[in-house]
């Protein structure tokens, strides 16, 4: 698979919220493609309405550079190699909760952002939604 | 119900994908909530990148002046009393494909927002989308 | 070809300054990938430096819609089914000089965006470009 | 030479590449004119998305200040004389990869800007680009 589908989106967005449930969160998750395009979103129900264009912007960052957002963050703190690199790409999001989606030869072919609770948490649920697709792609 | 909830939010979009599919045509759809804040989004696979931006705004439009976005566009024309009424909120989309979400009492509790073929065809699929939730809500 | 290489869009730009060059134009043009990305860009000494962006965008309205810009331009215009259809995507530019680049199986890999001369001049250097690339794609 | 012409900006991109292979990486580059305006640009096949808006930036910056971008980033630190320069000019990138190109007179006639690996290898890339050029301009 060269880019990610939308059945296979869906599907990472219902163990991502799955997840979210478990951890007792609310979450918005977004799905972007190849290109760095919005695939899929949901807001979970009492969801925070900031996390909305963050959870969109971790996707797309994670995609950006083919990395998870909290490895560019750790990057682009005062006196790092890649200090302010969030005033790139008309704002980057460099925490945690970004995770791009490799398919089976590594190739990546998309992104998930998820915001709404703490870093960890955030990571934790992304992370469930690329899990739940790793044998279909 | 005061609010869209995820729940219904995508029994809509799955109503819409489905008669999306009926007409041959490949749609982005959007859905916002009663704050006109994005609730959920899917792309189609092969729908048009340049529509993942105008369904959001087809959706937003409609719940920002709780009118078919059509309608606006009538009032938006040259001459017309709200010419160029587009400039505002960051930019609207003011073409058929965006009609707001309204409950048992009339309420506007959100909007749906479709883009990816006629203007004809995405005023029927998020009509399609509005149609399938109205008992629910 | 499922995404347009550097080597390709390098062809297309040195066909599309040739033919500018014929016609006595001093031409920006801008390639996009699959994804609506800028993939290369050439400003012919003596360019209109506000041609850069307007190339640019032409190139990815073109992949936005699969579509020449020209022909969403006539869609656009007062009374016309995508009237301010300008107003999406951060600003769209639909008038002549924007075409998509399709593989031999007629899928869009790409698109080319021309502007620094009349609307007919920025189409035929575009057009220069694409033909020049189809029996490589 | 008072503006780098697009056949130099041609030689410093071959270059760039070529070292950049050398090094293993894949790279976007990108060079601006004396008015710190887009003359050419080429991302390589598989370089970062993120890193085309980034290496436009880092040329740019290099030109708005006829200075390293690697040199602003040392005076934008917190406590630093230019702290959070980066949020002047729509954005600004100020870590390395972005160099001025000065003519024979030392006069600055433009500016390269490289991003797609760590910062010492775009400046390297970078670096190369100008040394193909030294005797030309």
Chains 1, 2, 3, 4 share one sequence.
Do not use: C
């Not at 939308?6 to 599907?11: D, P, R, T, Y």
């Not at 899929?40 to 083919?66: E, H, P, Q």
């Not at 990546?108 to 792609?137: C, K, M």
């Amino acid at each position: 698979m060269n880019d990610i589908t939308l059945s296979v989106a869906q599907k990472a967005l219902e163990a991502a919220i799955k997840k979210a449930e478990e951890l007792g969160t609310k979450m918005d998750i977004a799905i972007v493609d190849a290109g760095a395009n919005l695939k899929a979103f949901v807001r979970m129900d009492g969801a925070w309405l900031g996390s909305i264009d963050i959870a969109i912007r971790k996707a797309r960052t994670a995609r950006f550079f083919d990395m998870e957002t909290g490895e560019i963050g750790k990057l682009s703190q005062p006196g790092g190699p890649l200090y302010h690199i969030e005033h790139s790409n008309g704002g980057l999001i460099t925490f945690p909760g970004g995770i791009p989606i490799r398919n089976s030869q590594g190739e990546v072919i998309g992104g998930i952002g998820v915001s709404g609770s703490t870093v960890e948490n955030d990571h934790a649920v992304a992370l469930a939604g690329v899990e739940a697709i790793r044998s279909l792609i």
